[in-house]
């Protein structure tokens, strides 16, 4: 079946520092791909929506030069947490929708800790 | 966005079937009915969708009321493995970003042995 990864699966990073977690779709093109946060006992929260070749569109409140986005290609978007600080850290979740079918399909997660 | 209503938490007995409720009385016409369930840890699975019909695929059925405004996701013989939070969540019709997902809070589902 479909599969999306993400990388890294688990990060530790300083204060002040930048993160990039990777998003790919391994068997299917996704012309669009979207990014969600989930803190700890709570649901997911959608971030942004990523699209190959144009710029990502932001949810209400989500800071957009925080949260770098850049969908290069139609297997492969990126989020940078740009100067992290401790309440950035969170369960980061991409996924892509393959759309023939009308399903999504999640990344595994990343878990960011900022110190 | 149009909401979703489900319970909290619901409890179930391994190898019994499993009825979660799902309410969403402000459904529109052309809005997708999915189901996701999400295990500690890791991102969410998907796990059934459907439009007016019921649906059955190999992990579930899915009944959905005759007005809409409410469905059922059955799980036939509930294992430990299916331990997890289920999220019916409606998909919006509406255009460019018709694949967005906007998740509820969910059902916490525990499965006893």
């Known amino acids: 079946g479909a599969v999306v990864s993400q990388h890294p699966s688990r990060v530790i990073c300083k204060s002040g520092t930048s993160v990039k977690i990777e998003c790919r779709s391994l068997d299917f093109q996704a012309t669009t791909m979207f990014w969600y946060r989930q803190f700890p006992k709570q649901s997911l929260m959608l971030m942004a929506t990523?699209?190959?070749?144009?710029?990502?569109?932001?949810e209400q409140g989500v800071e957009k030069d925080k949260f770098l986005i850049n969908h290069a290609s139609l297997t492969l978007s990126t989020l940078t947490v740009t100067s992290a600080h401790p309440e950035d850290s969170s369960f980061y979740i991409c996924?892509?929708?393959?759309?023939?079918?009308?399903?999504?399909?999640f990344g595994p997660g990343t878990r960011l800790t900022v110190l | 966005d149009a909401k979703t209503t489900q319970p909290n938490s619901m409890e179930s007995n391994e190898e019994e079937p499993v009825h979660l409720p799902c309410n969403h009385s402000t459904i529109s016409g052309t809005d997708y009915i999915h189901w996701y369930r999400q295990l500690p840890s890791q991102g969410p699975e998907y796990v059934i969708h459907?439009?007016?019909s019921n649906v059955n695929n190999r992990m579930a059925s899915l009944a959905i009321a005759e007005d809409r405004k409410s469905s059922t996701l059955i799980l036939h013989r509930a294992t430990l493995r299916d331990a997890a939070v289920y999220y019916c969540i409606l998909q919006i019709n509406s255009g460019g970003s018709n694949y967005k997902l906007t998740f509820g809070k969910g059902t916490l589902l525990t499965v006893n042995p």
């Open positions: 996924s892509a929708p393959r759309r023939v079918y009308n399903e999504q399909f």
């Open positions: 990523s699209n190959e070749g144009s710029k990502a569109t932001y």
């Open positions: 459907g439009l007016t």
